[in-house]
């Protein structure tokens, strides 16, 4: 074995552990968040999950002006000094302060907007999560950079847990809306804590002249481009609170939330592979094989997931909320639909952040805003509905233009890439089916045993008719499960 192997092998290895860890967090925070926000959404109003999905659109915004992009700069950067870290945290935390005080100086103006009066009360102590959330993001960089995934999963569940404690001892107290912002705080203020407790790095004053500077072209269109993308991704949200009803936003919000699972591993398959393919960027054939190999068990691991929630959403609507609730189960499917198309975007856009400059990342965004600015145009006054079907569109449209862009800097063909993915379509539309024709057939039994029913069978369709066709994505997930398991 080569030297160069050798390391690329390491390089794997270090990868599907990554990749395990990091996905085995995600499920157990998606399904812990689940069980959260079932308790506390039974034991609140739709209006208050409304205020909430406005500030949180505020939140999400300010924290990526906090990081500027500059975080995902230092893992692409090679060797960065103490004095690149320390100007970041710097920046971090000034800029975090800053706009914690300019938020709430506006929250009583956007309160007064939705003629929400709570939103006003709940804002200042709820945007605490900016300073408290720039405490830890040099821990978490470095962390990443040194593929440290599983004392950030362990690091992430703790903080899922323990806010989820807080959030439903709240709930049971009939504290209300404050259930939901006491879970933001004290999720963010137990990552803060256990970052700096499972790091050593520490803020030292250093040689930082000029860090941020040099950094900035990478950075700042990275961040522009990440603000675009979620104004856009939200700003149906701030919509429906004022065109519509702060009801309809928490129906609209609580079906997104209750959707996320799939994202979020999606999420941590992306957070895994960037830095992963930063490290092998030159080696053209390894990129690329790699690049279809992720979308391949990205699609194998989700694709299913999806199609399960959707087939099953009625019945768990009906098993675990409340009917104040069961309005948002046509949001939840259709939101679900999209799902399909973000894991695909996502990993194209990661090549296009490991290869490019960032000047296409943004010509990218202009245009993919444009058409979803149009959609949104179209969509709002319609209703609810519509705005959600228009998500779906822009889905598909910035899938395939990420896919598009990202050709330029991997030899892989789109017939490639389709023939890869073809076959599970084909196979998650097939229990799709199935599962929907045993609902049919069952729909005189109880709930509980229903959804049963549809689970084993939806997984067990899955099973056989990967094993039966001898698929390379199935083949493939299951080696990968026997060598991380073989680790352990």
Known sequence: ????????????????????????????????????????????????MGIIAVLSVFITLSQMVVDSGFSQTLIRKAAPTQGDYFAVF??????????????TALAPYVAHYYDWPLLSTVAPVIFLVLPLNALGVIQNTIMVREFRFAHLSTITFLSTLISGIVAIAMALMEMGIWSLVGQRIAMMAAKAMLLWWHSEWRPRRSESRGALRSMAPYSLRLMATEIITSLYNNISQLFIGKIYS???????NQAQKLSNMPTTITQSIQSVTFPALSRIKEDEEKLAESYRCVIMATAMILFPIIAGLIATAKDFYILLLKPDWHPAIPYFRIIC???????????????LKVKSDGAIILRLEIIKRTIMTAILIITIPMSVKAIAWGIVVANVCEMLLNITASRRYTNITLWRLVRTLLPIALLTLAMYGIVMWVGINLSEWSTASRLAIKIVAGIAVYIIGGTTFRMESFRQTIALLRQILSKR
């Open 337 to 351: 639909v999209a799902g399909f198309f973000y894991p695909l975007s996502i990993i194209a856009y990661n090549i």
């Open 90 to 103: 710097r920046f971090n935390i000034i800029s975090s302060v800053a706009l914690y005080v300019l938020l």
């Open 246 to 252: 702060g009801t309809e936003l928490g129906y609209f």
């Open 1 to 48: 074995m080569t030297k160069g192997e050798s390391k690329g092998g390491k390089l794997i290895e270090r990868v599907a552990s990554g990749v395990a860890w990091s996905i085995g967090e995600k499920i157990g925070s998606a399904l812990l968040q689940v069980v959260v926000s079932i308790v506390v959404a039974n034991r609140i109003m739709p209006e208050h």
